[in-house]
């Protein structure tokens, strides 16, 4: 439900826009239950929220080797993007301090890497990007295929699990799929 104040006259079919500053203003419990489901959400829509949203926080600001333009990671509330000059190439998420009960349940789930509530932590299975998510499922369905085979170790020994299958990403931002991944 929004409400809707005018201050003209709006035209029949006319198309209304929402001013997300005016409920970024609003107390967390007086925000519609639709923006708060939008600022959780852990998908591209969510990011983009808070990058409306969010002040943005330059954790990481360096000149690029291979071109004029500058390589940067940026945090907008729980998401960071690491950009090469006005390109986005990959994005994490990351529990705050902000989400301490988020981060209790998380410590207490298996293959969750949490070091504690009052720092930032990387939730490596919330993959943002639609392609990158693409990417990730496409990586598992390969690896599923082969689960049936003997195990096998790598070069240096390790057990590389079931089948030993391995997948090569490739590509500033694939890290995130190797995170989510692994």
């Known amino acids: ?32 239950a639709w923006y708060r489901a939008l600022l959780d959400a852990r998908l591209e829509d969510g990011y983009y929220a808070h990058l409306q949203g969010s002040p ?32 986005e190439q990959g994005m994490t998420y990351h529990l705050t301090p902000t989400r301490p009960l988020e981060a209790a349940a998380a410590a207490e789930s298996p293959g969750q890497r949490v070091a504690s509530a009052s720092c930032a932590s990387l ?22 295929a082969h689960t049936d085979r003997k195990p096998r170790a790598s070069n240096d020994g390790r057990l590389l699990g079931k089948g030993g299958s391995a997948a ?15």
């Open 168 to 182: 090569l990403l490739v590509g500033l931002g694939a890290g995130s799929c190797a995170a989510a991944l692994h």
């Open 123 to 144: 939730m490596p299975r919330v993959v943002g990007f639609d392609y990158q998510r693409t990417m990730v499922a496409a990586a598992l369905a390969l690896h599923s």
């Open 56 to 87: 943005p926080t330059t954790l990481l600001s360096l000149p690029s080797a291979a071109s004029a333009s500058r390589v940067r990671v940026v945090q907008h509330g729980p998401w960071r993007v690491m950009w090469v000059g006005t390109v």
């Open 1 to 32: 439900c929004v409400r809707v104040l005018p201050k003209r006259s709006v035209a029949c079919g006319e198309e209304l826009t929402v001013d997300y500053a005016q409920l970024r203003a609003l107390p967390p419990s007086r925000a519609p």
